[in-house]
């Protein structure tokens, strides 16, 4: 068998950058470190940093006064941070600079007044967290058909802005419905949706039509690493989202020669290091690096940790 793995895969820079603080302040700070929902979107990461000491929570009721609190790679709204502090919490921002962005993109609108439309899923992390930034002038939209259904008072001021792990071509549709039903329609210069999404997306959307079978490492609550399984099975390719190579079943590979592996970029590259030795023991695999586009990019630690790592 022939397994082509993807490249660009796995942690993007956000994640990394999450990863690393929440490593950092564990060592610094000691355990527990309470961190606001998930770090990232990955079960593997989650249970390492459960048995290193950090302690997820969903509500900030259920951390101490006067704790460490790390705020999670996609971002948190205004409320949260005000209740951080009035529980004088040390509060620790790991939120991804590309989500960031959108925050202050949504501030800016709704401040010139603008109704502001949100492409993206509800009750994903990050876009709770962006539309706690206006949620006066703020509606989401899932779906081209949301569109149809919006009632907006002016339709002469309106803007867009999307999750940033969506899927290029699902945002595209809806945008397109969007620039039709309101065609004063504004957004920002620079789209949204995260470059490593982008990138995983388009080493996919190539190399799938290779493959007999396609393997993503992630987890089912990730919403890049999803969009990865949807591209290549809409290309008529099978295609699998699994945390690790335990959960890989023999029977999808009958009659397979060439199996496409990649990662979203929640998932570290030991799941994907595991899930090849996997297709090695049981098919003799031969791994084809496949390097699509290359990536350089590098985030630096929240403020709140930068000098205990210089």
Known sequence: ??????????FC??????????????????????????????????ETFRHKGAVFVDDLEDVPPGSHLLFSAHGVSPEIRQIARERNLYAIDATCPLVTKVHLEAVRYAKEGYTILLIGHKGHDEVMGTMGEAPE????VETPEDVDRLEIADPEKVAYLTQTTLSVDDA???????????????????????????????????????????????????SNSLRLTEIAQEYDVPSFLIDGAAEIDLKWF????TVLVTAGASAP?????ECLDFLAAHFNAEVDMRVIREEEVHFPLPRELRLLSS
């Open 13 to 46: 820079a956000g994640v990394n950058m999450a990863i690393e603080s929440l490593d950092l302040a564990l060592t610094s700070f000691g355990s527990p470190i309470y961190v606001y929902h998930e770090i990232v979107h990955n079960k593997f990461v989650v």
């Open 269 to 273: 590259e030991s799941v994907v290091q």
């Open 172 to 222: 595209e549709r809806i945008i397109k419905r969007l620039k039709q039903r309101y065609p004063k329609i504004t957004h920002p210069p620079k789209e949204d949706i995260c470059y490593a999404t982008q990138n995983r997306q388009e080493a996919v959307r190539q190399l799938a039509q290779e493959a007999d079978l396609v393997l993503v490492l992630g987890s089912q609550n990730s």
């Open 254 to 257: 009958e009659n397979k020669e």
């Open 1 to 10: 068998m022939k397994a082509i793995l993807a490249a660009p895969r796995g």
């Open 137 to 140: 002038a703020m509606l989401l």
